[in-house]
C-alpha cells in the first residue's frame, strides 16, 4: 500500500509565501516507483498578477488532461508555447524544444553542429540520435547574456535584442555544471520578459553518481560570484574524480533503488595519489572540465539556496513557482521572472530556514536509508 506524506511548512516573514510540501504517493521499500509515483513539491507563492500588453509571455501548449500524470517533456514545455521565441541550453541529441517539431527556439552551445557531430561520432549513446542535434544558433563564448547579444548582431539572428527576448529558456542537467550558478540566472532574468519561465531540470544528488557528496551551500555560490568564476575550479574536479560512484554491478545509480552496500567511489580511477593529482591539475589548465559537476543539490537544498540568495538581495526579479520531484534522477523547477514594478524583498526568518535545512537533510538521508531497505530486502 503506498504511504502519502503531508508536510506544512512555515510561511515566509510577514505571510507573503505560504509554502506547502506535498511528497505524494512512495512506493514501498524495495519496489519499483511507478510513472505516476513521484513526489511534488508545490509552492503558493502570492505571485503579481499575470503580465498584459505585448510582453506577455504566450499562453503555453496545453497540458494531459487532469488525473494524466504528466511525462518528462509535459513538465518541461509546461510553460512553453510553440509560437513565442524561447531557448534551450546545451540540447545536444536530446532536445526539449526541437525547431524540426516546430519549435520557435534558440539553441545554445560551445561548439556548432558539425564540430559536435565530429567529436561524438564515435559514441555508441549519441550515434542513433545524430539527426537530433540541433544547428546551433548561439555559440556560448563568455556568459550567457553576452552570447545572446553577440548573436544578435549578426545577419541571420532572428531577434534585434537580447533582452526581454525570450518567453521561456530551457535547461536540462546544465545548472549544476556552472562555475557561477547566480551570473547565469542573472542572466536568464535579464534574457526573460515579464511573465517568462526558466524551467531547468536537475539531477537529485542521492540519485546519481555524487550520492557520496555532501550538498552545496548558499555560501558556495557566492563565493563562486563574487569571486568572478569563469572556470570549473580544481577542488571540484578533484571532488567529482574521487568521489563519483560506480555500482559493483553495473547498475545506473538513477533513482533510490541501488544497494548503498554495493556502490563504492572512483578514487580518481582507483588511487588518490600525486601521479592521479597531477593529471586532475592538467585537466583543470589545458583540458575539458564540462562534465564535471561543480555543485550539488536536492529539492530542498535548491529551494534554500534560492530563498537565501533573494533574502540577500541576489536575483530580484525571479521567483520559484514550483518544484517537481520526478522518479528517477532530478527534480525540476519552473521559475518566473517578474517585473520591476513587482519587486518586494523576501527577508527569510529563522524558522523558514530551519525548516528547509531540516528537509534537505531529510531527503538525503531518506533516500540513503532506502537502499539500505533494498539491502535488507529478501
Do not use: W
Not at 574536479?237 to 552496500?261: E, P
Request: negative net charge; glycine residues 8%; hydrophobic residues 40%.
Amino acid at each position: 500500500m503506498k504511504k502519502i506524506l503531508l508536510f506544512a511548512l512555515p510561511t515566509r516573514l510577514g505571510g507573503a509565501l505560504g509554502v506547502q510540501v506535498i511528497l505524494a504517493a512512495l512506493a514501498p521499500p524495495g519496489q519499483a516507483m511507478l510513472a505516476e509515483d513521484f513526489h511534488r513539491v508545490l509552492l503558493s507563492r502570492a505571485l503579481p498578477a499575470a503580465v498584459d500588453g505585448p510582453d506577455a509571455a504566450p499562453a503555453p501548449e496545453p497540458l494531459p488532461s487532469p488525473g494524466v500524470p504528466p511525462t518528462r517533456l509535459d513538465e518541461l514545455r509546461k510553460h512553453v508555447s510553440k509560437s513565442a521565441l524561447g531557448m534551450e541550453i546545451g540540447p545536444f541529441h536530446r532536445p526539449i524544444c526541437p525547431k524540426r517539431e516546430g519549435f520557435n527556439c534558440l539553441t545554445v552551445d560551445i561548439l556548432p553542429r558539425d564540430q559536435l557531430l565530429q567529436a561524438y561520432a564515435e559514441d555508441k549513446d549519441v550515434i542513433p540520435f545524430q539527426e537530433h542535434i540541433e544547428e546551433v544558433d548561439v555559440l556560448l563564448s563568455s556568459g550567457l547574456f553576452a552570447s545572446v547579444a553577440a548573436y544578435t548582431q549578426g545577419q541571420e539572428a532572428r531577434v534585434q535584442k537580447a533582452e526581454g527576448s525570450l518567453s521561456y529558456l530551457i535547461s536540462s542537467h546544465n545548472f549544476e555544471h556552472l562555475p557561477d550558478p547566480i551570473a547565469f540566472l542573472d542572466d536568464a532574468a535579464t534574457l526573460l520578459a515579464d511573465g517568462g519561465f526558466l524551467t531547468m531540470a536537475i539531477p537529485v544528488g542521492s540519485r546519481c553518481f555524487d550520492c557520496f557528496r555532501p550538498l552545496s551551500t548558499t555560501g558556495q555560490l557566492i563565493d563562486a560570484h563574487t569571486s568572478g568564476r569563469v572556470k570549473t575550479t580544481l577542488g571540484a574536479i578533484f571532488d567529482q574524480s574521487a568521489s563519483a560512484a560506480t555500482h559493483s554491478g553495473g547498475q545506473t545509480i538513477g533513482d533510490r533503488n541501488y544497494d548503498v552496500a554495493q556502490v563504492a567511489v572512483d578514487a580518481c580511477g582507483g588511487m588518490i595519489d600525486e601521479s592521479s593529482f597531477g593529471a586532475l591539475q592538467f585537466t583543470h589548465e589545458f583540458g575539458h572540465s564540462g562534465g564535471i559537476h561543480s555543485f550539488v543539490f536536492n529539492p530542498y537544498s535548491f529551494l534554500l539556496i534560492i530563498e537565501d540568495l533573494q533574502a540577500c538581495g541576489f536575483l530580484p526579479l525571479l521567483r520559484v513557482q514550483e518544484v517537481i520531484d520526478r522518479p528517477g534522477q532530478e527534480f525540476i523547477v519552473h521559475i518566473v521572472k517578474i517585473s520591476e514594478a513587482s519587486r518586494s524583498p523576501l527577508p527569510l526568518d529563522a524558522a523558514r530556514r530551519t525548516e528547509l535545512l531540516r528537509q534537505a537533510i531529510a531527503y538525503y538521508i531518506d533516500d540513503l536509508n532506502a537502499t539500505r531497505q533494498l539491502q535488507n530486502s529478501p
